[in-house]
């Protein structure tokens, strides 16, 4: 009876329902779109921050002993602690391998560059473009600076990573006399008594001091410096959770269990160790100027779209609430009607509210998939990949329809109780 | 007549449109906040991303170019003070070594006159700048080569966030027995065996200075390898008083922006290199897009819904007036004027809730910029008629039904039998 009550209001006034559940549609899918961009955002956002280039540096731990000193070490290149280019798959295999986006290998060597200009003294950095790394397994990882330093430009076209071609430095092309239009170039390049010739490929641009240098192959590098299977320093591009109080602590100090869970959050600290420790010989450091302001950057923009999405919800819970003591007013005469007949006045109430629930589901429902479906949306269209739909929110967003359409109803559903019938079915 | 017949109506149902106009309102405040955030985002992001410190960085102009009046340094390579940063042989000056701004040829100085005419700009695009002056000076207790870096610690704090201290900043000037106060690099406080407070000697050509450390430097950068001190110390030490090797600008905005303020300082300066930190300068753009377009689709997402919502409220608002209608027909009443109250209770609803929306929407889209930003923001005050337009479309596009009933023949609905049937 009570069930048969519900759906014959429900079909025999379909206009007015269909109304009162689109509002709790359009309501829950503002507030499950929201949040399910909110919840996702912090973590896409972090990924974008890859493009300000790598946030863990790797040196030989002998090395930062005896001090680097900004640029001005003058020791012979065959002076100063090396590290293994075979140690670097290691990197894809430690607890955070996942989060490791790419590295990338640098040697540098000093050259003289043979060419019609006359001698030129500079340097040769070998690195990887795009390398592939053989892991565990029989898989392969592809990295080099173009995964780490993203911001490099190059005209002509990048030096291919296992062949004699390198890219030159802005600045030395213009030494050179070089210019886009005289790509590709041979030269010779010498280092003590050996020589190689180099076929140049493109002019790279990047701001720091590469622009003055010759840039190619690790290989190339390691060749003309004679010293196989070796880099001086590396850099790790890592995807990294922003530091928070917890973070920050020095993991010197903590227990044991603290340490724990510090080592399995990917903070750029603890996978900074972890890296440290995949490669004997090193020390990792975190470039704070990333890390730090990436952490101050996410916040604020977190905290902008928590704000938004918050008002966001107080909109669509007073458009329900409001929809809600709407429809509950409507039904004067039908509850008078109802009372005449002898209905009793919980019944009553009761009866209202399920009704009002059943539309508090049923659109709340409709809601959260019309909301999961347009968040996907958004996140193709900003980031790409469209974002994952967190089954979480369902029973967050239906339990707070509910309560919310409750709440609206409770005023209009207490004068409903104590409604006189007579003048209501008067008409009075 | 109109007038009065609108009066009673709007008492009459008061009820039902105060829950109408809350409807109106709390959409209209949420999307004029959103609005108004969004068309102030793009000064809030282009100051928030000057946590990432100097994006620009301002050089001597190539020896070629310099002024040969300019004080020169001594020829003889032992006096030589400020070398090469990324020497050919430094195998560690390339890629991490230097941070993003330290340039190659900043054995180059130029006149600090340079540096004046930059801090003397008033432009509001340059959040920050700071002077540097680079000197090899050698540590006499671990005779080892460290470079000292002359700054204006006032200027530069702001610009490395990131940095972290151990013990303070140096105040500036020099303490009882005229040691100046230096940040130490956290590698160089290592290899000292110092803590904030030690004191130690460094050389540089004849010159000799005393500098006490006020504080230990973490940066995870090429900092660690450095000693910073004031920059009168830094010149004195390298026997330059009056050359600086680079300032570093943090200009406020992106690309364009950041094009139209080289372009100023390079009209104003003009035996000076002004160049982009393409590191930054392209990541921060990059990722100010992205920003900017999640912003804008989940305002239009809040944009859309929200409209929506009050399209179907003003529906149902307008189909309980079907009874009034039908009432207004029998005795005698056009169908158009009876439409056109109907409008005008709608419009009236809408004029009030995009007011109410907007009163309540400015401080609140205040609020998140305070909390998210650390400032508030301004009213935008083209927000209002955006706001407003879309709530009268949305009230009128949900009122549109009505006029389907203007053909309800009264009879049926005032027997009743429009009331729950069609």
């Not at chain 1, 390049?189 to 590469?210: A, C, D």
């Not at chain 2, 390579?77 to 042989?89: C, D, F, I, S, Y």
Request: with cysteine; glycine share 12%; hydrophobic share 45%.
């Amino acid at each position: 009876m009570f069930a048969r009550i519900i759906l014959e209001s429900v079909r025999r006034n379909p206009r007015r329902k269909l109304l009162a559940s689109i509002v709790l549609v359009l309501a829950t899918a503002v507030a499950a779109a929201t949040l399910t961009v909110a919840l996702d955002e912090g973590n896409r956002l972090a990924r974008e921050f890859e493009s300000f280039g790598a946030n863990i540096e790797v040196r030989p731990l002998a090395d930062t002993v005896p001090l680097e000193i900004g640029g001005l070490d003058t020791r012979p290149v065959r002076r100063g602690a090396y590290l293994e280019e075979a140690d670097l798959s290691r990197l894809k295999e430690i607890f955070w391998r996942n989060n490791i986006e790419g590295f990338a290998p640098f040697l540098p060597v000093p050259v003289t560059i043979e060419g019609r200009a006359g001698p030129i003294d500079t340097t040769l950095l070998g690195t990887w473009h795009r390398h592939e790394v053989a892991l565990e397994g029989g898989n392969a990882f592809v990295t080099g600076v173009e995964a780490t330093d993203p911001w490099w430009r190059v005209q002509g076209r990048w030096f291919a990573d296992r062949a004699g071609e390198c890219v030159v430095g802005q600045r030395l092309a213009e030494r050179l006399g070089l210019g886009p239009g005289s790509l590709p170039r041979r030269v010779v390049l010498r280092s003590g008594s050996r020589q190689v010739p180099v076929q140049i490929t493109g002019i790279v641009s990047t701001g720091g001091s590469e622009d003055d240098a010759l840039t190619g192959p690790l290989e190339l590098a390691q060749e003309l410096g004679n010293l196989p299977g070796k880099y001086r320093s590396a850099v790790v591009t890592a995807w990294t959770k922003p530091e928070d109080a917890f973070g920050r602590e020095d993991p010197k100090q903590m227990t044991p269990a603290e340490y724990d869970r510090w080592y399995c959050s990917p903070y750029a600290a603890s996978i900074a160790e972890q890296v440290q420790q995949a490669l004997p010989g090193s020390s990792a450091r975190v470039v704070r100027r990333v890390e730090e302001s990436e952490g101050q950057v996410l916040g604020r923009v977190s905290a902008l779209f928590w704000l938004i999405t918050l008002g966001a919800l107080a909109a669509a819970v007073l458009g329900i609430g409001a929809m809600a003591a709407s429809s509950a007013i409507e039904r004067r005469s039908e509850v008078a009607l109802m009372k005449a007949l002898g209905a009793n006045s919980g019944l009553l109430a009761w009866f209202f509210l399920a009704e009002q629930l059943a539309i508090a589901l049923g659109g709340g429902a409709a809601g959260f998939g019309l909301g999961t479906l347009l968040a996907r949306e958004l996140g193709r269209l900003v980031f790409g990949t469209a974002s994952t739909a967190q089954p979480i929110l369902l029973p967050v967003v239906l339990a707070v329809a509910a309560a919310v359409v409750t709440a609206g109803s409770l005023g209009p559903l207490g004068r409903m109780v104590r409604l006189d019938p007579a003048p209501v079915l008067r008409g009075e | 007549m109109f007038w009065r017949i609108l009066g009673r109506e709007l008492k009459a149902s008061r009820t039902r449109l105060g829950l109408a106009l809350l409807v109106v309102a709390s959409g209209a405040a949420v999307v004029s906040a959103a609005a108004n955030l969004e068309f102030n985002i793009d000064g809030k992001l282009a100051r928030t991303f000057r946590v990432f410190g100097a994006n620009v960085v301002v050089t001597p102009s190539g020896p070629e170019t310099r002024d040969p009046q300019a004080p020169r340094r001594k020829e003889s390579g032992q006096a030589t003070k400020v070398r090469r940063l990324g020497h050919p042989e430094d195998s560690l000056g390339f890629r991490g070594s230097m941070a993003p701004g330290d340039r190659p040829e900043s054995e180059a100085v130029m006149p600090a006159a340079a540096w004046q005419a930059i801090a003397a700009r008033h432009d509001p695009r340059i959040a920050g700048a700071a002077p540097y002056l680079y000197v090899a000076a050698h540590l006499d207790r671990v005779q080892t080569e460290v470079i000292v870096a002359g700054t204006d610690f006032a200027r530069a704090r702001p610009m490395n966030s990131w940095w972290k201290i151990t013990g303070r900043w140096p105040a500036g000037g020099r303490g009882r027995d005229r040691a100046a106060e230096a940040l130490v690099g956290s590698d160089v406080a290592r290899i000292l065996g110092l803590g904030p407070g030690g004191r130690f000697r460094v050389t540089c050509g004849g010159k000799t200075d005393t500098l006490v450390a006020s504080g230990v430097l973490t940066a995870g950068g090429p900092e660690d390898n450095q000693i910073f001190v004031d920059l009168g110390t830094a010149q004195q030490l390298a026997g330059l008083p009056n050359e600086i090797s680079l300032v570093q600008l943090s200009v406020a905005g992106f690309s364009g922006n950041i094009r139209a303020e080289m372009r100023a300082l390079g009209t104003a300066l003009p035996s000076v290199r002004v160049e982009p930190i393409p590191e930054f300068t392209q990541a921060e753009a990059a990722l100010a897009a992205k920003i900017q377009l999640l912003l804008e689709a989940t305002v239009g997402l809040i944009l859309a819904l929200t409209a929506l919502g009050v399209l179907a409220s003003m529906a149902a608002l307008a189909s309980d007036r079907r009874h009034d209608v039908g009432v207004m027909k029998a005795i005698g009443g056009a169908t158009r004027r009876i439409v056109r109250l109907f409008l005008a209770e709608v419009g009236m609803l809408a004029a009030a809730g995009s007011l109410a929306g907007c009163a309540l929407g400015f401080p609140l889209s205040n609020w998140i910029s305070e909390r998210a930003f650390g400032s508030g923001t301004a009213v935008q005050w083209e927000v209002v008629p955006l706001v407003a337009a879309l709530m009268f479309g949305a009230a009128l596009g949900g009122a549109l039904p009505l006029r389907l009933l203007g053909r309800v023949r009264p009879a049926v609905i005032l027997r009743g039998e429009g009331w729950n049937s069609q």
